[in-house]
C-alpha cells in the first residue's frame, strides 16, 4: 500500500492508496455498478476514460448543467492526474493520452 494516491485511489479509495486501471471492472462489478446513458448522470456517477479501447482514466462528476442551445450536457470532473494532482475540469479537458471517449456508471441504488 502507498500514501500516493492516482484516479482509481480518489475514486473507490479515499484517497488511501494507488489502484491500476486494469482493476477498475472487477471492482464496479464487485461494488455494484451499472453503466448509465449521458442522460442519467448526476453529481457523485462516475466517468470512465477510453483510449484505443482501454480504460485509461476515472474521475468523479462534481456537477450537470444542460446546455440549452445544442440539447446536451456540460459535466465538470474531479479527478487525479496519475500522480500529479486533483484536478477540477470539463469532461474533455484531460491529457490527450487519456482520450475523449468515455463511459458513464453509478452505483445501483436499491429501494
Not at 484517497?15 to 461494488?31: C, K, N, S, W, Y
Not at 470539463?90 to 445501483?108: C, D, M, Q, R, S
Request: overall charge negative; charged content about 25%.
Amino acid at each position: 500500500m502507498s500514501g500516493t494516491y492516482n484516479c482509481m485511489g480518489l475514486v473507490f479509495a479515499s484517497r488511501r492508496t494507488a489502484i491500476e486501471i486494469e482493476h477498475v471492472q472487477m471492482i464496479l462489478g464487485d461494488d455494484g455498478y451499472k453503466r448509465i446513458d449521458k442522460k442519467d448522470v448526476k453529481p457523485g456517477d462516475i466517468v470512465l476514460y477510453i483510449n484505443d479501447g482501454n480504460y485509461t482514466h476515472i474521475g468523479i462528476i462534481i456537477k450537470v448543467e444542460p446546455v440549452i442551445l445544442s440539447g446536451d450536457f456540460e459535466f465538470t470532473v474531479l479527478s487525479q492526474w496519475g500522480l500529479d494532482g486533483e484536478y477540477i475540469h470539463l469532461i474533455n479537458e484531460v491529457p490527450e493520452t487519456y482520450g475523449i471517449n468515455h463511459e458513464f456508471w453509478a452505483e445501483k441504488k436499491e429501494y
